[in-house]
């Protein structure tokens, strides 16, 4: 089944001078349900445009967007969204962030916090609860953003350059850890889907769809299944989609001095070189 | 712990510093009138003002005036608060509503208040209410502008993930507009319980029966300076003091800051 299909999606936007830009061109896309998905790019290839389009936050200009099989209008409410920026809110404390979905959703509050508790223990930062945002690393800041957005349970998580601001060491244990929430839910449903067979329609959607964009592709094949090459904009387009056949679960500290793992970032970086060439020629 | 006691020390340091400079501003304002280089009639003395002071307290006419300002004060507060924080609010949230009232809300803005003040005291009579409104329009501004600002400058991050979480419209109002606004609101509290006092003492300078500015005003029409510097003076400690507590609030309420 396809969670995401974007159909020949375009986007234009209004330039300051009154000019028209194009950040992306036809761009046809379908993730299967379950899958992560990587897309790459040179900066300034749209690749954020894409997201906010598949969130709904961005209308495309033209073309169609489905989730689910079902064409979506406003705001995709299948998906969570993790931003490059830090989007906890300051004024509430760990707990009142990672429980804000819930809230929002009209969950009690005492069942909402509950649930908040049991996600920051998964995250590793129960001792932090009464912590404003303010007052944690960046590293930890992503962690209380990833217990924020996984305990909506939704189907699909869309992140956009989430662990770019991070130093090299947090940021692979973050990559470690999102592997390793992803995994463990991917593990359950087919666990599920094994020995409850009423509770298998459910569970199926318990392995989350990511689609991951981030212009690492370093990163992008550590952690995808499949890594998407935009071309450098204006008007990007799929330049490549290539699989990435490396077996889970995958240890990160050891995945990028293996030789499968270089031979897939050769030949993927043999068709991303050019465009970056391109965006830097055209900057 | 070490920084919190160094920066005990510090504020200790600085509490000593201030007392100090008064100290010193006070004896040389007694010594060079003392010393008769000042003429105490336009200056009065600080041993005069002090002996006044202590005759209002004792007496008790300090307390009803002070009471009658502090409630104006308080009134034109909280109303101007709760005008300025719906309008901005409300110019905020439709931008065609602002770009239409721009120019009246800056034309408003520049009307120096003492002007106003005989018309409010037409309109709403001697009492209170003249004073409260005086005050109400000059927080009002304060607490607009700042409003304003603060829903315009919401980040558009913040926005986007607590829709994404779900949040309704007025659950976008409550969990990140109001909240990013409420830090530009209470950063501007000193300012609007300022502005506050001065609608009030202004108006009770221009026309009252009651109130510190009418002690003030009593006073200057009788060429009697320690009385018009002892009301000062009475303005001074309480907007010090008053203004001890709001820092306090606002250190509280923003607490989430780094």
Known sequence: MTALELESVSRQFVTPDGGSYRA??????????????AIVGPSGC???????IAAGLVPPSSGSVRVDGEALSGLNRRATYMFQQDALLPWKNVRENVALGLVLAGVASADANA????????VGLSTF?????SQLSGGMRKRVTMAQNWILDRGMLLMDEPFSALDVHTRQRMETELLTLWESTAENAEFAEKNDSLRAQRTLRLKKTVVFVTHDLEEAIALADEVVVLSAGPASHV???????????RDLFELRTSAAFIDLYRSLWA????????????? | MKSSRASATRNGAVLAWQIAVGAIAIAAWQTLVTLGLLDAFFVSRPSDIAKRLSTWVVSGTLWGHLATTLEESLLGLIAGAALGISFGFGFARSPLVARVFDPYIKMLNAVPRVVLAPLFLLWFGLGIWSKVALAVTLVFFVMFFNTYQG???ADKVLIDNVRMLGASERQLVR???IPSALTWIFSSLQTSLGFAMVGAVVGEYLGATRGLGYVIAQAEGTFDTTGVFAGMTVLGVVVVIVSAGVSRLERWLLRWKA
Do not use: C, M
């Open chain 2, 175 to 177: 969990h990140v507009l």
């Open chain 1, 239 to 249: 330049v490549a989609r290539h699989p990435v056949a490396l077996d889970r679960p």
């Open chain 1, 46 to 52: 749209g690749k954020s445009t894409l997201l906010n």
């Open chain 1, 115 to 122: 649930r908040a508790n049991e996600w920051l223990a998964r």
């Open chain 1, 24 to 37: 992306l061109d036809s761009v046809s896309l379908a993730i299967p349900a379950g899958a992560f998905v």
């Open chain 1, 129 to 133: 609860a009464a912590h404003y945002p």
């Open chain 2, 151 to 153: 829903v315009r400058d």
């Open chain 1, 271 to 283: 068709v991303l070189r050019d465009e970056v060439i391109k965006s830097q020629r055209d900057a």
